[in-house]
């Protein structure tokens, strides 16, 4: 979708219409250009959609693909619709990225979203993961 090019109404654009007019253009314009930034690839999840982002660390079981859940509060106004891993990796020196594929699974609880399972780590490790829940 494009955005039009016309992005303000000026006084001159009804100038057959009554002088009261100014008084609906300026809020209106002043409410088009929030819009149009918006709208024009400014529009982020922390301000615009309802969403976290939360990171956490845990440690995998020796006996992993055996997983403790991890519980956190969700701090929505809605029910979350997802969860997304935005970034995983091992905590290492050199904070070793994750280079299989790593999935999880979500419910939703109450105030908090649990994780019941990371599927795709390594047993006994310790991870850092950044998740988007929306």
């Known amino acids: 979708m494009r955005l039009p090019n016309v992005q303000k109404i000026l006084r001159q654009d009804v ?3 009554p002088d009261w ?3 609906v253009i300026e809020p209106f314009n002043q409410f088009f250009q929030d819009i149009y930034i ?3 690839k400014d529009i982020t999840f922390s301000e615009n959609i309802a969403s976290r982002i939360v990171e956490v660390s845990f440690l995998t079981l020796s006996t992993y693909p055996v997983f403790t859940p991890i519980n956190l509060p969700h701090q929505l ?5 997802g969860v997304m891993i935005m970034r995983i990796f091992e905590k290492t020196a050199n904070n070793t990225p994750i280079t299989n594929a790593v999935s999880l699974d979500w419910q939703h609880l109450s105030e908090n979203v ?4 990371v599927a795709g780590l390594a047993a006994s490790k310790a991870y850092t993961m950044k998740l988007l829940i929306i």
Not at 77 to 81: K, S
């Open 114 to 117: 649990r994780i019941n399972h």
């Open 77 to 81: 106004r809605t029910i979350p619709e």
């Open 21 to 23: 007019i100014v008084k």
């Open 38 to 40: 918006g709208l024009s």
């Open 15 to 17: 100038a057959d219409a």
